[in-house]
């Protein structure tokens, strides 16, 4: 777990995808949200408990089995609103959740709950004190999006340490991400801190000058 002043990030490796949930809050005000609820549902809302957050807002950074398989679980036992891109929206959300490996995260999945907000570029994300942007960052899928704020930026499955997202599924383009990852984030400065959607932890700076995709 971390801390950026009043801010509180704890990370968790879900599902046999070893996706990256996030369970972002404020010290201060004690409420939270949870990013990408990808599988073991229990997990992430013991884990928000034990941190002493009521969360109040469930993201998903883009609907790609992996990382909204636990959606429907979480937003049931905590009663949050659930956030996605208007890109993705609920029918594209049902699509994904449909068409990708849903037996290897136990074969027991959900229908998932209808989108309580649809989120466009530049809009903001409250969480008490804390403000998030929304960063429209296309590429991996059409609504794939990335929250800045704070001097970090949960970047989904758009940039990783030392690599990029997938572009071969449907709806994606490597040409769109390669413009989204130069656009919105190598813009960023070289201390901000990345939390991709697979993988550990990174710095703008690290992979504007190591990640093997952005050089050249």
């Known amino acids: ?13 879900v599902g046999p995808f070893l996706s990256d949930c996030y369970i972002v809050g404020s010290e201060k005000t004690k409420k ?9 549902a229990g997990l992430i809302l013991k884990t928000a408990a034990g941190l002493g957050l009521s969360i109040t807002l469930i993201v998903a950074t883009h609907t790609h089995v992996d ?5 429907a ?7 949050a609103e659930f956030a996605v891109h208007e890109a993705e929206g609920i029918k594209k959300v049902a699509q994904v959740f449909n068409r990708m490996l849903s037996p290897l995260l136990g074969g027991s999945l959900r229908s998932l709950p209808k989108p309580d907000r649809l989120l466009r570029e ?3 994300i409250e969480i008490g004190e804390l403000r998030f942007t929304v960063l429209h ?7 794939g999006i990335c929250l800045l704020g704070r001097g970090v930026v949960f970047c989904g499955d758009t940039l990783f340490n030392y690599s990029i997202g997938r572009t071969d599924f449907p709806g994606g383009s490597y040409g769109q991400l390669m413009n989204s990852i130069h656009t919105k984030l190598m813009t960023l400065p070289d201390n901000t801190r ?10 703008i700076g690290f992979e504007r000058q190591w990640n093997p995709f952005l050089q050249g």
């Open 137 to 143: 960052t296309p590429g991996h899928t059409p609504g």
């Open 194 to 203: 990345v939390f991709p959607g697979h993988g550990p932890e990174t710095t």
């Open 73 to 79: 679980q979480v937003k049931e036992a905590t009663r």
């Open 122 to 124: 530049g809009d903001i």
């Open 1 to 13: 777990m971390s801390k950026n002043e009043a801010m509180i990030v704890k990370g968790l490796e």
């Open 67 to 71: 990382h909204i398989a636990a959606l």
């Open 32 to 40: 939270g949200m949870i990013i990408d609820p990808g599988a073991e």
